[in-house]
């Protein structure tokens, strides 16, 4: 009677079995992830803990390491809004010229960030068309850790509104139509029905547009202007000790972002878990 049951059981694929694809898996992300970030660390811990904590704690560093941060975070909070909209308009609305709108959301990816730094120091210097118009009030984006912010914003977009644009198609268009019949404003459909439904893929968005930004170097350099203890990135800082042979100061300072970046994506990832486990 088993030997009856147990084709009941087998489950057929077109890829080969558990075992194997699982053995790919770890092999290929052992080889593209997890041994570059054991070289990472062996290489920052050849060095004594002295000279580890003198490279990491040094105040350009640690101005570095807040403007990052800093500049990171709150540009995902902006891609997190404004990308929201987006998305929310791309999905609900039909228009002219919405395909265009659409098509132009995934410019970042395909630009070189070079070519993205230099355009956007063009727009937002003193003689750019939109530096212009800052100028005389006394605002100046370009060489300034405004301008850093508008890079890490411009290039984190994308990752929001791809995101959420298919939490948003599968949203019950039934379900809203029927809390505004029950007597739910717009405002308490919104917070209590659509907001809970889109909010694991607008934290996955906004994580990915954070991850995005501290790792970002070609599109900043060109708008920061790269003062010291200003608007230097910690990017900025791996790359000039490297270009010094200074691999081990290299690698601590990268292994100090790279702890503090897991530390904030775990603490996302969490908020994410929760809040789909929530009925």
Known sequence: MSSRLLPQFKQHSVLPGFGLTLGFTLTYLSLLVLLPLSMLVLTTAAMSFGDFWKVVSHPHVVAAYKLSFGASLIAACINAVFGFIVAWTLVRYRF??????????DIPFAMPTAVSGIALTALYSKSGWIGQWFDPLGIQIAYTQIGIVVALTFIGLPFVVRTLQPALEDLDKEVEDAAESLGASKWQTFWKIIFPSVFPALATGFTLALARALGEYGSVIFIAGNI????????????????????????????????????????????QWYARRRP
């Open 96 to 105: 002219p010229g919405r395909r265009i709108v659409d098509a132009l959301i």
């Open 228 to 271: 010291p203890m200003e608007t230097q990135i910690a990017p900025l800082l791996i790359v000039q000790e490297l270009d010094r042979f200074n691999i081990p100061a290299a690698t601590a300072i990268a292994v100090v972002m790279l702890t503090a970046s897991f530390v904030l994506m775990f603490c996302i990832n969490l908020i």
